[in-house]
């Protein structure tokens, strides 16, 4: 198979695999050029490639277009090929950043020594020094998880489901504890324990994981309570959610895809678990432990715990400005700025600071009085 074949089929076989260009609204944008995205990673934009080393692999997951034993054509790279070939789009200005996965070949040891041959042919024989981000295999062992926090600036490794329970129901024969959480635990140990040593940065990469949502009978609260636990034990950067679409010859072809609406929700609550300081038990599940679909989850926590409590702007700390629907970390910095310097008056200043006050007025008070109603603010 020609190397531009098997270009046109590993990068479209990377399109499974939610990452940076992903926001907390969970809208995933068109490419710009084919498998290139517009991407936001360690702060800044990039053009990010997504791409398989191979979509070869000899797992059987019920879910998976890439599984063992399923008919279709497959390619794989080479390391030094695949190295080559992204060197020279960068020499070109074509990418900025990289997102590099696998199917399982030989192994997941094996196939990790490839994915880490290949970063290291390009920071060491074409010094490349952009962003990597780098795929764990199930079952990889510390030292190549260090190795490959040696090379990238984000590692990752897909949980696929919130426990084993629900794992069985996707993957029966991957091992959620020993193959799969504990690589994530070992690269959050050497990120707390050990001295950051990597070359280029200085500082160990960041950590995400990610889920298949709505294969598993799981919960939003099953999802969101893995997350949290995470994010608080390893310190985890951002957790993604990829919506379950039935595949063709898989197990699980008869079942309803998931509505997108739910990982968008699951993308904003984990948004409020990690950036806004809420509680888990805070979110608004109704009775089955699942999210709203009609309604923004920090609107909702609004709605049963503002509504009769509104925040007082001129009082209130950053963490109740951030809270309220309207209201981002950037808004409530402008707004403790505009108090220090006595600029808030009337609900036009909020809106000139960024508030939107057709979210937020319903649960704000100014000076003591409640704002008017949303519909009769004048457009900032």
């Not at 030094?80 to 992204?86: H, I, K, N, S, V």
């Not at 997941?108 to 990597?132: C, F, H, K, P, S």
């Not at 040696?150 to 590692?155: E, G, P, S, V, Y």
């Not at 020993?178 to 950590?207: D, K, N």
Request: hydrophobic share 40%; proline share 9%; charged share 30%.
């Amino acid at each position: 198979m020609d190397i531009e074949t098997r270009w046109r089929l590993l990068t479209q076989a990377a399109l499974w695999e939610p990452a940076e260009e992903t926001g907390p609204s969970g809208r995933t944008p068109e490419p710009v050029m084919d498998c290139i995205y517009e991407a936001r990673a360690s702060g800044r934009p990039v053009r990010l490639l997504k791409i398989l080393l191979t979509s070869a692999c000899e797992r059987d997951c019920f879910y998976c277009p890439f599984r063992a034993g399923r008919s279709f054509r497959r390619a794989t790279f080479r390391p030094d090929e695949l190295a080559r070939l992204f060197a020279e789009m960068h020499r070109r200005g074509l990418v900025d950043g990289l997102f590099l996965s696998s199917g399982i070949i030989g192994g997941g040891l094996r196939t990790q020594d490839r994915l880490l041959a290949t970063v290291e042919l390009l920071r060491r024989r074409y010094d490349y020094r952009g962003y990597i981000h780098l795929k764990l295999m199930p079952g990889a062992e510390p030292d190549q998880i260090r190795e490959a926090m040696r090379w990238a600036d984000r590692i990752s490794i897909n949980l696929e489901a919130p426990n084993p329970e629900r794992l069985a129901r996707l993957a029966p024969h991957k091992a959620f504890a020993a193959e799969l959480e504990a690589a994530l635990t070992t690269a959050g140990r050497i990120r707390r324990e050990e001295l950051p040593s990597p070359p280029g940065s200085g500082r160990w990469p960041s950590l995400t994981t990610q889920f298949v949502v709505g294969a598993a009978g799981e919960s939003d609260r099953e999802l969101l309570q893995t997350v949290a636990r995470l994010h608080r034990e390893i310190g985890l950067a951002r957790a993604y959610f990829s919506s379950f679409h039935p595949v063709p010859d898989t197990p699980l072809e008869g079942l309803p895809p998931a509505p997108p609406q739910r990982a968008q929700r699951l993308y904003q609550a984990e948004w409020l678990l990690r950036v806004y300081g809420f509680r888990l038990e805070e979110l608004p599940f109704d009775e089955q432990g699942n999210l709203p679909l009609d309604e923004d989850p920090k609107l909702a926590w609004a709605r049963r715990a503002l509504r009769e409590r509104p925040v007082e702007v001129l009082r209130a700390s950053y963490e109740e400005l951030i809270r309220v629907p309207g209201i981002g970390p950037k808004a409530a910095r402008a707004i403790l700025r505009a108090r220090r310097e006595g600029r808030l008056s009337q609900p036009e200043h909020l809106s000139a600071l960024g508030v939107s006050l057709r979210r937020a007025a319903p649960f704000l008070l100014l000076r003591g009085r409640r704002l008017p109603h949303p519909l009769q603010l004048p457009l900032p």
